[in-house]
Each structure stands twice: as structure tokens, then as C-alpha cells.
């Protein structure tokens, strides 16, 4: 399974954008979706995850300033971020619980990370 992450960049404060991640591989389903952080010198964080019935949860500090969405038939997952602050400064992850078939447990899967800069 692979994970294709796009959209980060640099920002100034204040602003939006988006990030997506794109599904590829051997699965019959994919439960799961979210997104992690990890700024300078700080552990990897949960950021938002959506599960497979629409069900989502948020970091207490990004509520009310980012959606986590899904599409099914793309195998994607999206991040919208608005009023972006210096704070949300961090290497962004997708992450995907998975099954290769019906019997099989869920495994997990990381994407390579995409940069999001917000100059203050």
C-alpha cells in the first residue's frame, strides 16, 4: 500500500490550504483516515482521522480550523486548514488503517510527509 501526499508549502498567517493524500495498492477496504503532525524537536501528533462512517475527531487546538473529508471511490483523503497559524509549522502525515482482504486484520500505512510553513 502506498500513500501519496501533496499540497503543503509555505502560507502566511491567516491563510488556507489544503492537503490531500491518495490511497494506492493492495486493499479491499480502508477503515481509517487521518492526519498527523510533527513539528521541530516534538513527537508526532494526531491532528484529525476520519473513520470509514464519516466519523471524525479533531486535535482540541485545530477545531474550528480544519475538516478532514474523504473520498471513497479516490482513496483520498483531504485536510482543509484555515486561519493557519505559525504554530501549525510541522511535517504533515497521512495515515490509513487498511485490510488486504475481509479476514484479515488492519494494518497501517504512513505517506512520506509534506511540509506546511506559516510565516507569522
Known amino acids: 500500500v502506498q500513500l501519496q501526499a501533496s499540497g503543503g508549502g509555505l502560507v502566511q498567517a491567516g491563510g488556507s490550504l489544503r492537503l490531500s493524500c491518495a490511497a494506492s495498492g493492495n486493499f479491499v477496504t480502508i477503515n481509517g483516515m487521518g492526519w498527523y503532525r510533527q513539528g521541530p524537536g516534538s513527537q508526532r501528533e494526531l491532528v484529525a482521522r476520519i473513520s470509514s462512517s464519516e466519523l471524525t475527531n479533531y486535535a482540541d487546538d485545530v477545531k474550528g480550523r480544519f475538516t478532514i473529508s474523504r473520498d471513497y471511490a479516490k482513496n483520498t483523503v483531504y485536510l482543509h486548514m484555515n486561519s493557519l497559524k505559525p504554530e501549525d509549522t510541522a511535517v504533515y502525515y497521512c495515515?490509513?488503517?487498511?485490510?488486504?482482504?475481509?479476514?484479515?486484520?488492519?494494518?497501517?500505512?504512513w505517506g512520506q510527509g509534506t511540509q506546511l510553513t506559516v510565516s507569522s
Open positions: 495515515h490509513i488503517e487498511y485490510q488486504t482482504s475481509w479476514f484479515t486484520p488492519t494494518a497501517g500505512s
